[in-house]
Structures are given as structure tokens and as C-alpha cells.
């Protein structure tokens, strides 16, 4: 099993939207709907930010919002605000009851 | 309020095994899997595998043939073992609380960390 695709990097001036996608495979992202999306701040733990493709975990902003388009799952964050530079990974359940995690993107507010 | 914490030791020597244990307090373990994850430093999350309440378990198959992860319910535990470990296995380990599918499957919350150095 490889772990899910992420771009390394992504950026966005506060007020802009910016989308960071995580590429996986029809055993995996494509074939259910367990995709997560997790922030995480420099010496934090990850924080569930989305599950389930599109549900925002408790107390998430609306402005984080989660979608899929085939084996391709994506993060929209919208009106960009500097708490949101962070580092984000998707993670998604695979076949035989396995999660995979993606290799992470950074996300810079500039 | 759900809380985890890891414990355990922090430096190791090649070949040695890895044992860490998670606490939960706030709520018991019933009807939750219990997750293992980590980080090497500067690096992305992987998967380690999970422990269900019961004691089912399922590990990335990466790591399979090193990898024990047991629970005990009665201390509100679960734990981790890695054998044979090098330097490679240097990482920050998380445990974390996933819920069953038919619950999203969500990995929350999390513990906050412990870092094991791998080094002779």
C-alpha cells in the first residue's frame, strides 16, 4: 500500500480560497467514503478538521469544506486568515480494514 | 471530555523493542478502535494499526511482522510493541480514538505525542 497523494506545498493571501487535493486509488479514496482531513501546527498533534468526505468535525469553520471527484478527494479552505498555515493530510480507509495517510501539504498564508 | 496520553521510553538502541502505552481517561474503551500512529520528525503521518475494544486487531502490513498492539480494558490502556527497531523507527508516536465506520470513521481525539529516538 503507498501512501495517498498529496502536492507538497500550497499558498493563498488571507481573504483568497485555496484547494489541496490527496490522490489516492479505487481501493482506498475512490471506493469509500472515509476520507479525513487533518491540520496540523508546528509541535501540535493533528486536529480532525473533516471526515466522511464532507462533514465538518465539531467547532470546524465552514470555511473548511471536503469534497471527491473520483479517486481524487480535495480540502477547500475559503477567506484564507493566518491560523490556517498549517500542514494538512488526508488520510483515507483502504481494503482489509487499513487507513492510509497522505504525505502531507504545507499551506502558507501569505 | 476524552483525553490520551502516551507514555514511555524516549531512547532506545537498535534491535531493542519499543513499548509504549496510551491512557484514556474520560470516557471507557467500549465500542471504539484504538489507533497508533507516527511521525518522523520533518516527515508525514503513517499508520501503525489499531486495537478494537474486543482485542481484534489490524496493523499496516509495512509493519506487520514487528508490530503488537494490545488493549486492556480494565486500566483504560492500550499498547504499542515494535521490535527490532533502527533508526528508521525515530518518530513521534501518537495514539488516537477512531470511531467504527457506521461513525465516520473518525480519527479523534488525539494524544499528544511522544518522541522515540532510535540511536546507538
Known amino acids: 500500500q503507498s501512501a495517498l497523494t498529496q502536492p507538497p506545498s500550497a499558498s493563498g493571501s488571507p481573504g483568497q480560497s485555496v484547494t489541496i487535493s490527496c490522490t489516492g486509488t479505487s481501493s482506498d479514496v475512490g471506493g469509500y467514503n472515509y476520507v479525513s482531513w487533518f491540520q496540523q501546527h508546528p509541535g501540535k498533534a493533528p486536529k480532525l478538521m473533516i471526515y466522511?468526505?464532507?462533514k465538518r468535525s465539531s467547532g470546524v469553520p465552514d470555511r473548511f469544506s471536503g469534497s471527491r471527484s473520483g479517486n481524487t478527494a480535495s480540502l477547500t479552505v475559503s477567506g484564507l486568515q493566518a491560523e490556517d498555515e498549517a500542514d494538512y493530510y488526508c488520510n483515507s480507509y483502504a481494503d482489509s480494514n487499513n487507513w492510509l495517510f497522505g504525505g502531507g501539504t504545507k499551506l502558507t498564508v501569505l | 471530555q476524552v483525553q490520551l496520553q502516551e507514555s514511555g521510553p524516549g531512547l532506545l538502541k537498535p534491535s531493542e523493542t519499543l513499548s509504549l502505552t496510551c491512557t484514556v481517561s474520560?470516557?471507557?474503551?467500549?465500542?471504539?478502535?484504538w489507533s497508533w500512529v507516527r511521525q518522523p520528525p520533518g516527515k508525514g503521518l503513517e499508520w501503525i494499526g489499531y486495537v478494537y475494544y474486543s482485542g481484534n486487531t489490524n496493523y499496516n502490513p509495512s509493519l506487520k511482522s514487528r508490530v503488537t498492539i494490545s488493549v486492556d480494558t480494565s486500566k483504560s490502556q492500550f499498547s504499542l510493541r515494535l521490535s527490532s527497531v533502527t533508526a528508521a523507527d525515530t518518530a513521534i508516536y501518537y495514539c488516537?480514538?477512531?470511531?467504527?465506520?457506521?461513525?465516520?470513521?473518525?480519527?479523534?481525539?488525539w494524544g499528544q505525542g511522544t518522541l522515540v529516538t532510535v540511536s546507538s
Open positions: 488516537a480514538r477512531v470511531s467504527t465506520l457506521w461513525e465516520g470513521g473518525r480519527f479523534d481525539p
Open positions: 466522511e468526505v464532507n
Open positions: 474520560g470516557d471507557s474503551l467500549s465500542d471504539y478502535y
